[in-house]
């Protein structure tokens, strides 16, 4: 038999037997996994459902002992509930409601050492009313929690209720929260399982037939309007049809895939067994050995067939590959030297506005009186020392340009009163301040970042007399959130468009013919180093306002 017949019959053989017994093989394993995977996301949602009824149940727990604290040290609702107090009647009968809304429950009822009910935030006419087997039936659960149906002023409400009680005087009372617990049949989060709440007397049967019961949680039901206690359920199911649906376009796809793989396989046989060699598979491997970091590889060849041509053609490749590489990493470098030169380039000359300011009105009153002049030297004299300083920082520690600060407690409003002094321009600089506006900063940073602003709220005034303001605002948005300190530079200019303010920030973004593209950049980055945010408001034709917020020291 010929090498062409041999390799035509035993790769056919050798290709299509593993074929057939991968696509058995794969069959099997997928269905396998796929019932493997939907009964995880069975079990995991049956623990996020129990998680989740856990923590209501905590929260429902922590709500009532924070009613039960407050009513401890009330004194009002002691004269109402205990020492009968006709004029704090109104109180207790409000006072369920306020807790319950304070607290985040949707029922709330306080009992007696009777079983009456003193005050329903839910239903305000349960006053008076009796209800003794509630308190009893959820303080003898292990966890003190049960699904209840409360009445109401319209249909009655299902909420999942807990109990705790509080001691005044030789008085306890008992109250009975909860929160709604209409969301329950909705905790499948979106996948093709479904939870469905089955209370005592609805039918367990489906009538979708895509649709199996694959789990049944039980969870204890009370009904304040029969007095009676049974279990209801929440029921899992899951959608098959999808499973079977997929099962079959898996078999169909895998006979199609067998079918043409046969086919292919003995056009491909016969053409590779004129065509394959050693030489092409050697050739292959080194192949496989090229990339980026590896482009020593050898393909010389002295073959003078196609092979050879080949060979030759991938060494020529691979010497282009070596070349490009090198050109590439110098222009790399070129780039990255030429971005930090505009970058300190930039910087300089922010730092050498406020003492070119500073001379041009030295120049100004040197005709004047020399008294006046000497009057002005001195009072501008601190804006030089303050400009100088800061450019000396600036170029002392280079090691800043690159995201390496070192912070300390810095008075914004003091900085911000240094920019507005040595500001240029015709422009009318404005400040509002707030007492106590410091932040844990790197003040050469911080001046840097304020100094961009600026000045971009000066150019986009054109030249014309507007206005700039530099607002500092101290943020306390609650006892449980740390401060911050925002700046608010805001200017009366020509102000951007939504497309011209989406792109400020991007590096080398200018809309001035002279400019970088490199202040508000400089800007977003040294902000974001110090841990804040900086966002950009606008409206074309009537200005536009920065807002940067830092966090403030602890």
Known sequence: MKLRSQLLLAFSIGALVPMIALALVVRHEMTTRLNAQSQQRVDALVSAIESDMAREGD????????????????????????????????????????????????MLQIHDDDGRI???????????????????????LPDRVALVRARTAAEPLLVLASVDSVAIGRSIFTLVGGIEAGSLDRLARGSSLGVTLVLPGDSLATADTTRTIVKSLPVLFYDTETHIFRMAALRVTNDMSELRALRQ????????????????????????????????????EKAERVDLDQLDVDFDSGRPDEVGTLSRGLAAMTKRLRDSRVRLKDAEKRATMGDLARQVNHDLKNGLTPVRNVFRHLMEQSEGDAEELRSVLRERS??????????????????????????ERCDLNQIVRQVATGARGSARIETVLADGAVVNADPVSLRRIIENLVDNAIDSLNGSTGA????????????????RVRLIVADTGAGMNDIQRARIFDDFYTTKPDGSGLGLSIVRRLVMDLGGTVKAESTPGEGSRFVVDLPAPR
Do not use: C
């Not at 349960?126 to 009893?136: F, G, T, V």
């Not at 169909?252 to 016969?270: D, E, K, M, N």
């Not at 601190?382 to 520690?397: C, R």
């Not at 700039?468 to 401060?483: H, K, M, N, S, W």
């Open 249 to 284: 376009s898996v078999d169909r796809w895998f006979l199609i895939a067998v079918s043409l793989t046969a086919l292919a396989i003995l056009l491909l046989a016969t053409w590779l067994a004129n065509r394959v060699s050693r030489p092409v598979v050697e050739l292959a």
């Open 468 to 483: 700039v303001t530099l607002e500092t605002q101290v943020i306390r948005d609650g006892p449980f959130v740390a401060p």
């Open 59 to 106: 929260e429902i727990h922590a709500a009532l002992a924070q009613i039960s604290d407050a009513i401890s040290s009330d004194n009002r609702f002691r004269r109402a509930a205990v020492d009968a107090a006709e004029s704090e009647r109104r109180y207790l009968l409000d006072y369920a409601g306020n807790a319950m809304h304070l607290a985040g429950l949707e």
């Open 382 to 407: 601190t804006t030089i020392d303050q400009s100088i300083g800061y450019l000396e920082k600036l170029a002392s520690n280079y090691a800043r340009l690159s995201r390496k600060t070192e912070r």
């Open 118 to 140: 003193v005050s329903s935030g839910h239903f305000r006419n349960d006053y008076d009313r009796r209800e003794p087997a509630l308190p009893k039936f959820l303080g003898a």
